[in-house]
DNA sequence: TATCAATGTAGGCACTGCCAACAAATAATT
DNA sequence: AATTATTTGTTGGCAGTGCCTACATTGATA
């Protein structure tokens, strides 16, 4: 069946249901309970995200999301499976960007780019990097979390000089990212350092100082 | 009145509470609170520890608990700011046996004692870097993280050639601490990549690839 | 000795995740 | 086309949570 007509259909079910009163089958439950979820995610801190609140706001009954997500754990699960492949999608798509730029400037904009990923979903962000998110027995996890590593991976061999094993390098540039988006995102510099969400780039990296 | 006595007091409090019945004050509440939260958050994570769970386990109603805290956030904060006294304290500890220890070996002698304390106080750690625990606004909290802040500020002077501003070098080498820390603590590092609490130091620190 | 503030208790409210039993609508089978 | 089975909803309820109000007990104070 095709997609449009998929759509079709689910446009005329809404429609019913903006006119009748409710109907009994909401329809597209599951995929309105993630993208539901991603917004309240977002809005309210992964803290204060309940089903039953999610469930309410659709309209449905408090236990109608347990026919699409066993537990409430395997919602957050899958919504952190988005955030890696969205993730996983922004790193290839400013990997092209960066294909020309070599050195300093290259890891600078890998700085640039991380940071407004992390800062741009700080929710999301968190939650992918958290106990609750990063379940890597999660398929999808799995893959895109890889996806976004090979990124970075490559990125980061452009920068090598020598043929040395790269994980080294990676790795430490990778705490060092996420690192700065911890810091960043739960307020951890004592204020009096003066560092914040704006002017962080320009303490990030100075490589000369080692 | 000296503290001694004070203790003396309280040892026959518990002691009449072991033989007759409880008795009605408690006596040492706010304290036990805070060790057996101390204790709690280690043994079952920061998700699972409940005021009630706590206040039952010392043989106190449920409510009792709210005579000594406010809100359960506040005895978190407490526990936090516990644990940033805690490592301040560890941290200039450490820094005395650093002192005669000079550039590239002090730094991997940092990253091993600030790695201890992380994976040795897992939840703790991560109570006091969370939204939760690094509340500023608690004096506690902000005296002992600017404690900690100031010795690796000092621990970074000690190995900066030039006479450059220094917070460079020590909020590059914090993000990384902190970076390798949580990528440790919430096993963020895809599994085929082969890094662990074990070996990873023979990856945190390769200054000479950049 | 009477009073009072500190520190405990009991009951209850609103909220949570989740389980079991039942109802409706859609899909599959005969 | 009629019947059956499966999916996807609903209601009610349980145990747990933080925290509020009203009340009880106690040691310190006047």
């Known amino acids: 069946m095709p997609t449009c007509f998929i759509d079709f259909l689910s446009a005329l079910i809404v429609l019913s249901g903006m006119l009748e009163n409710t109907p009994y089958h909401h329809g597209h439950l599951r995929q309105s309970l993630i993208d539901e979820g991603l917004k309240a995610l977002e809005q309210s801190g992964l803290e204060s995200l309940s089903l039953r609140a999610l469930a309410e ?124 988006a911890m810091i960043l995102l739960d307020d951890i510099i004592p204020p009096d350092v003066g560092v914040n969400s704006e002017n962080w780039q320009e303490f990030a990296l100075k490589p000369e100082l080692y």
């Open 57 to 180: 706001s659709l309209g449905v009954s408090k236990t109608a999301p347990y026919r699409h997500f066993a537990t409430k754990r395997d919602l957050l699960t899958v919504l952190a499976a988005e955030g890696y492949q969205l993730f996983a999608d922004k790193l290839e798509e400013w990997e092209k960007e960066l294909i020309n730029i070599k050195g300093k400037e290259r890891l600078n904009r890998i700085y640039k780019v991380y940071g407004e990923f992390a800062l741009g979903n700080p929710e999301l962000y968190r939650l992918m990097f958290s106990r609750l998110g990063n379940s890597l027995h999660s398929e999808r996890c799995r893959i895109n979390a890889q996806r976004s590593f090979a990124v970075l991976i490559r990125l980061a061999e452009g920068m090598l000089d020598s043929q040395k094993d790269p994980r080294s390098l990676v790795l430490s540039l990778y705490a060092n990212l996420h690192g700065w």
